[in-house]
């Protein structure tokens, strides 16, 4: 079974910073595009920031700046860095990856979501 295991979340002060964690396990022929996500309560679902397997990075524009996504094919891990965190970035985030899982299937598999909570 392929899953998408994350880390990190909890509460934390304005100003502070949380590192999130998204672990990929099962059997997976090789990693694709790898993002996080965020949803805030009465709102969509927004992108946060995206990493390509080239390391192509793309972000929010309210989170450029504050943010930082990287990964680690060895460990099939993506991590968001996030510094000097405001309570606007409250929200739960969920981790989102396009594996190759066969030779002939690819799918994009997501995260069960962990809460950031930023008090002020």
């Known amino acids: 079974q392929v899953q998408l295991v994350e880390s990190g979340g909890g509460l934390v002060q304005a100003g502070g910073s949380l590192r999130l964690s998204c672990a990929a396990s099962?059997?997976?022929?090789?990693?694709?595009?790898m993002g996080w996500y965020r949803q805030a309560p009465g709102k969509q679902r927004e992108l946060v920031a995206s990493i390509t397997s080239g390391r192509s990075t793309n972000y929010a524009d309210s989170v450029k700046g504050r943010f930082t996504i990287s990964r680690d094919n060895a460990k099939n891990t993506v991590y968001l860095q996030m510094n000097n965190l405001k309570p606007e970035d409250t929200a739960v985030y969920y981790c989102?990856?396009?594996?190759?899982?066969?030779?002939?299937?690819?799918?994009?598999?997501w995260g069960q979501g962990t809460q950031v909570t930023v008090s002020s």
């Open positions: 099962g059997s997976i022929f090789s990693i694709n595009a």
């Open positions: 989102n990856a396009d594996l190759q899982v066969s030779y002939h299937s690819t799918y994009d598999y």
